[in-house]
């Protein structure tokens, strides 16, 4: 089974910043679209941020203008630049190509937001 590696998270006051990383093996991340997750307690996984081989970006409309998702093809590698973190983005974020595929979901990173 192959799995994406997150890291990058932690315990940050609101109003602070991370920034995520997600490495893939090549075989999954060329050619491929990538998208950020996550899972709060309680609550369904969500689609927080995608990205496309050309480029193209969409953002759900929580993290719109405060989250940005990037990716570097020479390193097979996605990132998620998140600012203004507010309470309600205390979660667990997964990175895993677009639609996901359950046998690429890794173990996550833990974002925690304090207010």
């Known amino acids: 089974q192959v799995q994406l590696v997150e890291s990058g998270g932690g315990l940050v006051q609101a109003g602070g910043s991370l920034r995520l990383s997600c490495a893939a093996p090549?075989?999954?991340?060329?050619?491929?679209?990538m998208g950020w997750y996550r899972q709060a307690p309680g609550k369904q996984r969500e689609l927080v941020a995608g990205?496309?081989?050309?480029?193209?970006?969409n953002y759900s409309g929580s993290v719109k203008g405060r989250f940005t998702i990037s990716r570097d093809n020479a390193k097979n590698t996605v990132y998620l630049q998140m600012n203004s973190l507010k309470p309600e983005d205390t979660a667990v974020y997964y990175c895993?190509?677009?639609?996901?595929?359950?046998?690429?979901w890794g173990q996550g990173t833990q974002v925690a937001v304090s207010s």
């Open positions: 090549g075989s999954i991340f060329s050619g491929r679209a």
């Open positions: 895993n190509i677009l639609p996901p595929w359950n046998a690429y």
């Open positions: 990205i496309t081989t050309g480029g193209t970006i």
